[in-house]
């Protein structure tokens, strides 16, 4: 059994999974400072408590996020058609934990601008629905 925390190990396996999986986009952990490119980036992960006392399993929502500098919408579906068929319906394991994944939405938006809030690009965000538990 490994002392890793759930999400700790998730962070992990899907970045390896998902690293070199998706055409024309570079995958993440963390947004950098000079945006550029599409860039697809394993974002915010939040974890509640999934059995009962004492057991370790969890509930975990988890957001992708696509970033992309166009000006059409298009490319941001296509990543997120690709992450579904990578991560719907899943388990992946990995460090003692096995994560059963469900995509649960997909958006696409205009992404914002610091300045007026009408930016040029698109932001996409696919939301995701994951049972963790000790393999």
Known sequence: MTDLSATEVLDEILFEHLDGQIAGATVLQHVPQDLGGTIVVIGAVESNPGGGKGEDDEQISLTIGVLFDGEERRP???IQARLKR????????GHGWSFRIFQLSASASLAPDDENDAGEGYLGL??????ASRA
Do not use: P, W, Y
């Open 126 to 131: 696919s939301q995701f629905s994951i049972d």
């Open 76 to 78: 941001i579906t296509v």
């Open 86 to 93: 990578l991560l719907h319906d899943v388990t992946l394991e």
